[in-house]
Each structure stands twice: as C-alpha cells, then as structure tokens.
C-alpha cells in the first residue's frame, strides 16, 4: 500500500513534531544533557520523514532558551509549584505556553488540543484534564484579544 505523501508543513507532520519534542524535552528535564546532542540522537535514532523537523528543532532549542519565560507564565494557572508537576505534565505545559507566545499564528484552541491529546498518550490517566485546565487559563491570559469571545 501507497502511503500518502506528508507535507513537512501539515497538521500531520506539526503533531508528529510535538510528539517528538514532547520527548526530546522530558528527556532533557532529566538529564540536563546538551539540547543539541538530544536533537542528534533524536534524527539519527527516528524515521523523521514525515516529521515537521524544523518545527521539532524550534520548539527543542526554544524552550530551554526561553524557560524562565515559560515557567513564569505558567505558574500563575497551577494549582501548586512546577516543581511539583509530574515531568510529562511539565514538558507537555512547557511546549503549549512556548506556542502560545512565541507562535502567533498558531491558534490557541490548536495549541489546547494538541496538549491535551499528548497528555491523553504520554501521561497519567486524568492528566489530560488537568493540562486541559492549566492550558486554558495561560491562554486566556497570553492570547486575550484572540480567545474573547470564547
């Protein structure tokens, strides 16, 4: 059978992007390894093909750049510290603010779902929930003029 062909630019390739770096981050919050040596192995080790590489390599080498940026604007929308937040959680929070700011033509209910679905495969049982909650406030505060309304 003929796979179709997979822009690098689609939904399709922008998810798989996500989870990847959704990876490439967890590992990086607890190894504290070199980003760009995680990258390496991520592009040696995976079919990358039908992955938005570019996307995976921003969102990599964006969120340990811009962390306390992140962190900061996550913490207001948690219920306790982020260092209380389980490591999956916390990667799959730090990706969606780091699109929320730095990925305006993202829209937020894109940038939600995403994080919601990778928590649905990647983290606890109701930790889609919980991202789901968390992810709104930030939204609402990060994107005010495009979620009124909403």
Do not use: C
């Amino acid at each position: 059978m003929i796979e179709p062909s997979i822009s690098p630019s689609s939904p399709t390739a922008r998810r798989k992007a996500r989870r990847f770096a959704l990876q490439a981050i967890y590992q990086w919050q607890l190894s504290h390894n070199d980003v760009a040596d995680i990258e390496v192995q991520f592009l040696t080790d995976n079919d990358m093909k039908k992955v938005d590489r570019t996307y995976f390599g921003e969102l990599l080498h964006g969120i340990p750049a811009r962390l306390p940026e992140l962190d900061a604007a996550l913490q207001p929308a948690l219920d306790r510290p982020l260092v209380e937040v389980s490591q999956v959680e916390k990667a799959i929070l730090r990706i969606a603010a780091f699109e929320l700011l730095a990925r305006p033509d993202v829209p937020w209910r894109v940038i939600i779902n995403e994080g919601i679905e990778l928590a649905k495969v990647f983290g606890a049982d109701d930790s889609f929930k919980y991202v789901n909650g968390v992810l709104d406030k930030v939204a609402r505060r990060l994107r005010t003029e495009e979620v009124r309304g909403f």
